[in-house]
C-alpha cells in the first residue's frame, strides 16, 4: 500500500503514554508539519503552544477539573462534555491522559476558518506523530472551558494570545501498550455522482 495512504489508515487515538519525553527533533519536525497545513486565505494565523512542563500541566488538569465542577449540565449539552463531568469527579481524572507534551492550538476569535484551520493543522500533527512512531489524540476540554476564568488565567501565563480562542489541542508521546483497534467507520457516508 502507498505509505501515506497506510499512515493514514493505520493512525490511532493512543490514550496510555510513556512518561519518558519525546525528542526534541521529532517535536520540531511535527510542529513544522503543523505549519505545512492550509489556511483559509493562506491566513496562517493559528499559534501552537507547547507545554512540557509536568507541573504546569497537572495546574491546567486542576483548573479543568474545577471547570467540568462549575459546569451545569443541560439536556442539549454534548454527550462527551457532559461523561468529562462525571469522570472529572474522580480524583484520577486526567484530560490529556498525562501525554508528556501538549500541544494547544488556538486562533483568532473572530476569524470564519479558526476551527477549519485548526483541525487541518492537528490532522497533520496526528499523522507526522505516527510516521515517527509517536501516539497520540485530539484534547477538546480546553476549547470548551478556554473561556472559564481561571483556566483561561492559565492559558494566559503560558502565553496563548488573548485575542485567541482554544480551538483544539494534542497529546503526545511514546505509546505505552498496544496501539488501540481501529473504530469501525460508518457506512453509507459516500455518495458517488458521476
Ligand atoms: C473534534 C474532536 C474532538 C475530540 N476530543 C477528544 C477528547 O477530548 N478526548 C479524547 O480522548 N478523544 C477525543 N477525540 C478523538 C476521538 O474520540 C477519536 O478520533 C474517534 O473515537 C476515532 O478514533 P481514532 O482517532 O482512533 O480513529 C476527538 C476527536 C475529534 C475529531
Known sequence: ??????????????????????????????????????????????????????????????????????????????????????????????????????????NEREYSNALADTG?????IFLAAHALNIGSCWINQLTWFCDDIPVRSMLTSLRIPENHKVCGAAALGYIAGNIPKAVSRKEGTVHIVS
Request: net charge neutral; no cysteine.
Open 120 to 124: 487541518a493543522a492537528l490532522q497533520n
Open 1 to 106: 500500500m502507498n505509505p501515506i495512504l497506510e499512515n493514514i489508515l493505520t493512525r490511532r487515538s493512543v490514550r496510555k503514554y510513556k512518561t519518558e519525553q519525546i525528542a526534541d527533533l521529532e517535536l520540531e519536525s511535527i510542529l513544522e508539519a503543523a505549519k505545512y497545513a492550509p489556511s483559509g486565505g493562506n491566513s496562517q494565523s493559528w499559534h501552537f503552544t507547547v507545554v512540557q512542563n509536568t507541573d504546569k500541566l497537572e495546574e491546567l488538569n486542576q483548573w479543568v477539573r474545577n471547570a467540568f465542577s462549575n459546569l451545569v449540565i443541560d439536556n442539549t449539552m454534548y454527550r462527551s462534555k457532559k461523561a468529562g463531568k462525571a469522570a472529572a469527579a474522580n480524583e484520577s481524572y486526567n484530560f490529556y491522559y498525562h501525554a508528556p507534551t501538549l500541544i494547544i492550538v488556538s
